[in-house]
Every structure is written in structure tokens, then in C-alpha cells.
């Protein structure tokens, strides 16, 4: 039974499809999993037994009549509570979606099914992804497997402790300023942000959507690939979908774990070291740049001076973009309703459900943005942090035509203690130093796992930044340097499901 519950999204699929085991089998010991240890951890603001168990039944009988099964057939997956699932609650994290339950699934969820990857259910995650630990869930904080103490990251943090206390193999997240990222580097896990628009955006409850991007969550690169590669692709239901072909993401997986690098081009973006680095993060992120090196990489160090401004640039444009995504929430179409009792104005309502369904981390959103984009203030925040967007991508352009990928630690300090940054927003807003820049100027970026910091044995992250349409470099590079750490660590991260 444990194997099951270890075993990686590949493995599994080849057990499933070759009889081994039941997809059945497989969807019970992660439910039953999610049974023991979810009350510590929760991850799980829902889990929909009985839609994972008929999906699996499905895939079972898919074999049993000869039928040629997919990649994932049969691999239960972790998804975000921020993709809309037909006839299963979504929330986004906030009681303002309380109760609602979205009569048609989003693309993301559909690829899913096709697939044949049973979705055990939805992930806690920051109200509306606003946030980088969770805390800001409206239905309490995750804790980190690792340490449960300790915040999982955000906002995608249910998907990255599911998959860390392997209550699923797979998860899905969403980026919009690294929320895929920093919750795979402080849990130990991987997470990849696409290309923007390679990834359809259709069903997923939008809260910058110029920046949002769903992506894959995994505890290998492979998985990660199969998963990406499932989930992408044009769709003509999201306006800003690319219609290019889905790269070989599996393939440069496959070839990076060979663990030759011959000819690639790396570049360590200087920016990204100094003040409010954690020691031990820069030394197993500095050890990463020497595998790099011993695995035929030529490395060279790069400036993005621009960088510096990406966080203020965030903060408006993100704020900008959700307080008129989260107009929405009217009290009259979805979820949550307040103070209806048919004496009061449409307005009044919408104002009492908005009072009471909001928590304070996205009204301060709202409120922010609504003043970015006011008349007399527009040109001077908003218009200004667009230009500093321009910049941004002009960094990474002259980068890219030096080197092949950039890469960086992907959050300065490892998991922090529940609680220890939820009054200080700013101090919140920095785990994503590392991370923003890529959702700005719409690039691929991953996050692999480098080992654990000596001082408080708690994992860190290794960012790889790649060019748009080039994130099969960060499957080649990814699975590269997780090959060479199974080899020098024994990569405990992977091995060891974390006592609970
Ligand atoms: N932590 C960032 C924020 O709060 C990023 C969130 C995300 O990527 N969804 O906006």
C-alpha cells in the first residue's frame, strides 16, 4: 500500500496500464491517505470520493476492454481550488464562493478528465491566490508536511502539501506572481509556470489576468512534464491562448536525466543574492550552480537591473487587474448572499455580502487597485508599472541572447512559521522577489527542488527561468540537476514521506 502512495505519476500510470494494480486500488490508498494524515495537513478543502472512485472505475474498465489508455490514465491529481469543477464546489479560497457550485468545468479540468487522471478533489489555497502562505485561506491555513508549524508557501499551498505528505502524486497549481513556484521550493516539491497562454485560462477564477497562468505540480520533473504536456495547448474559449504546438516537455525531460548539459548556456541572475538571502539557501542554490557546471554547462553570471522594480510593479498591476476581475462577486450571481431580507437596495446587498465575503488581504487589493487605475492617479501607478513591465522583458530579452536558461533561488528563505509574516504584508510580498519578473514579462519558469538548508533542514528551491515557448529547457536542465542530486544527496526529498 505505501508504494502506492510513493510511487511516482509514471510509475504508476505504467502499473495501472500494464494490470499491476487497479486504478481503483490506487485512488483508495490515496483516499485513505488523505484520510489519515488531512487533518493535519489540509491541503483538501474538498474531497470528492466518489467522483475519484468512478473516475478510476472508468479507467479500469477502459483497460478491461482493450482500450488504449493516456500517459496519466488512472494517476490521481490534486487540483487547485480555483478551476471550476462541474458539480463540485470551487471556492477560490473565499467564503464569498461559499456554497457555489459551477455548473461547467474549466479546460484546465476537462484535459484533466480526458486524460483519464482522477481528481481526488480541491486544494485550500489564499483567498482568490492572494497570498504567498495560505494563511490567507478563508477556511484556515495548510501546514507544510515538513514541518507542520511551517506555512507550505501560497498561494498554491494545499496543491504542494498534498503532494509533499503524498496524498497525491499530482497537484495543480496557479502562478501569477510565483504561487506554483514557492510553494514546490518550500515543500520540496516541483512546480512549473508556462509560457503565458499556453495553458488555458478558461474556468479559472481570474485574479490578474494578464499574469495568471495554471501550471503542474509534481514530486519528480518527469511527472511534471507529462502532467504539463496534458494540460496544454490552444483553446479558443480563452482569448489570450496561443495556438502553437504543445513542445516535447516529456522528451527534454527524458534527455536532461541523462545528465549531460553539454552546450547549454546558464546565466545566475546577479539581482538575486545579497540582503534577506537565508545562508543556507544561497549555499545549496551556489552548489546547484557547480552541478551545473560539472554536468558540461557553461555558466556566466547576468545582470537584471530592472528586476529590482518588479515587485512595486506587481503590486499595481495585480491589484489593478483584480479589483475589476473581483466586481464579479455581486451577491447576486454567485455564492454568498448578505443581508437579503427585502427591505434593502441591490447596491446594499452587494456592499454587506462584499463587507462580510472579502478577507482583509484581498479588500486591501481591491482598494489598492481601484486607487491605482483612479483618474489623476493612473498614468502615475499604473501607467508607470507598465513601462517598468516594458523594461522587464527587454532584461530577459538581452539575457536571452546570451544564455540558454537563467537561474536563481527560487524564494529567498525557507518555509517561515505560521504566523510569523501574516500582519507584515511586505515582508509576505518578498517571498516572491525571485518569482515575479517571469509573470511579468510572461516567461517559463520552474522551480526543482536543491536539497535542505543546513541551518533549519528544510528544502530549497532552485529557479530555472527559460525564454517563452522554450520551457522544454527547463525539463531538460530540471531533470538534469534532479538527477545529479539523487546522486550526491540521496535526494531524501523524494524518498522520505515526511512523518506526520
Ligand atoms: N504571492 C503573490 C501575491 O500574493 C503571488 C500570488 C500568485 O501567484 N497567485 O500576489
Excluded at 487497479?22 to 491541503?43: F, M, N, P, T
Aim: proline residues 6%; glycine residues 10%; hydrophobic residues 40%.
Amino acid at each position: 500500500m505505501t508504494d502506492l502512495i510513493r510511487n511516482t505519476a509514471a510509475e504508476t500510470a505504467a502499473a495501472i496500464a500494464a494490470g499491476e494494480v487497479s486504478a481503483v486500488e490506487v485512488a483508495q490508498a490515496h483516499l485513505d491517505r488523505i484520510g489519515a494524515v488531512d487533518e493535519k495537513v489540509h491541503a483538501f478543502l474538498h474531497v470528492d470520493t466518489d467522483g475519484a472512485l468512478s473516475a478510476a472505475r472508468a479507467v479500469d474498465a477502459k483497460r478491461a476492454a482493450g482500450e488504449e489508455l493516456g500517459p496519466l490514465a488512472g494517476v490521481p491529481l490534486a487540483l487547485k481550488d480555483v478551476f471550476t469543477t462541474k458539480g463540485v464546489p470551487t471556492t477560490a479560497g473565499s467564503r464569498i464562493l461559499e456554497g457555489w457550485v459551477p455548473p461547467y468545468d474549466a479546460t484546465l479540468t476537462r484535459r484533466l478528465k480526458d486524460a483519464g487522471v482522477v481528481i481526488l478533489g480541491k486544494t485550500n489555497m489564499d483567498e482568490f491566490a492572494m497570498g504567498s502562505s495560505t494563511e490567507n485561506s478563508a477556511f484556515g491555513p495548510t501546514g507544510n508536511p515538513w514541518d507542520l508549524s511551517r506555512i507550505p508557501g501560497g498561494s498554491g499551498g494545499g496543491s504542494a502539501a498534498a503532494l509533499a505528505a503524498y496524498e497525491a502524486p499530482l497537484a495543480i497549481g496557479t502562478d501569477t506572481g510565483g504561487s506554483i513556484r514557492q510553494p514546490g521550493a518550500v515543500t520540496g516539491t516541483v512546480g512549473v509556470k508556462p509560457t503565458y497562454g499556453t495553458v488555458s485560462r478558461y474556468g479559472l477564477i481570474a485574479f490578474s489576468s494578464s499574469l495568471d497562468q495554471g501550471g503542474p505540480c509534481a514530486r519528480t520533473v518527469l511527472d511534471a512534464a507529462l502532467l504539463h504536456e496534458a494540460i496544454a495547448g490552444h483553446d479558443p474559449l480563452d482569448s489570450t491562448s496561443i495556438d502553437a504546438p504543445v513542445l516535447p516537455l516529456v522528451a527534454a525531460a527524458r534527455q536532461g536525466a541523462t545528465g549531460d548539459l553539454t552546450g547549454v548556456r546558464v546565466g545566475v541572475v546577479k539581482e538575486f543574492a545579497g540582503e534577506g538571502y537565508q545562508a543556507g539557501v544561497m549555499q545549496r542554490f551556489n552548489e546547484s550552480v557547480e552541478i551545473l557546471r560539472g554536468l558540461g554547462a557553461t555558466v556566466v553570471e547576468v545582470s537584471c537591473p530592472s528586476f529590482s522594480y518588479a515587485l512595486p510593479a506587481y503590486y499595481l498591476i495585480a491589484p489593478s487587474e483584480a479589483s475589476s476581475n473581483l466586481a464579479r462577486f455581486d451577491a447576486m450571481r454567485y455564492g454568498l448572499r448578505v443581508g437579503d431580507d427585502g427591505t434593502r437596495s441591490a447596491e446594499d446587498v452587494t456592499a454587506l455580502t462584499r463587507e462580510a465575503g472579502f478577507g482583509p488581504e484581498v479588500k486591501r487589493r481591491i482598494i489598492l487597485g481601484t486607487y491605482a487605475l483612479s483618474s489623476g492617479y493612473y498614468d502615475a501607478y499604473y501607467g508607470s508599472a507598465q513601462k517598468v513591465r516594458t523594461l522587464i522583458t527587454q532584461d530577459f530579452a538581452r539575457s536571452f541572447a546570451d544564455v540558454d536558461v537563467l537561474v536563481s533561488p527560487t524564494t529567498p528563505t525557507t518555509a517561515f512559521p505560521i504566523g510569523e509574516r501574516a500582519d507584515d504584508p511586505m515582508a509576505m510580498y518578498l517571498a516572491d522577489l525571485c518569482t515575479i519578473p517571469s509573470n511579468l514579462a510572461g516567461n517559463s519558469a520552474m522551480s526543482v527542488p536543491c536539497g535542505l538548508a543546513p541551518e533549519d533542514n528544510l528544502p530549497v528551491g532552485l529557479q530555472i527561468i527559460a525564454p517563452a515557448m522554450a520551457d522544454d529547457r527547463l525539463y531538460r536542465v530540471g531533470a538534469a540537476v534532479e538527477a545529479a542530486l539523487d546522486n550526491q544527496w540521496g535526494h531524501p526529498l523524494l524518498e522520505e514521506a515526511p512523518a506526520l
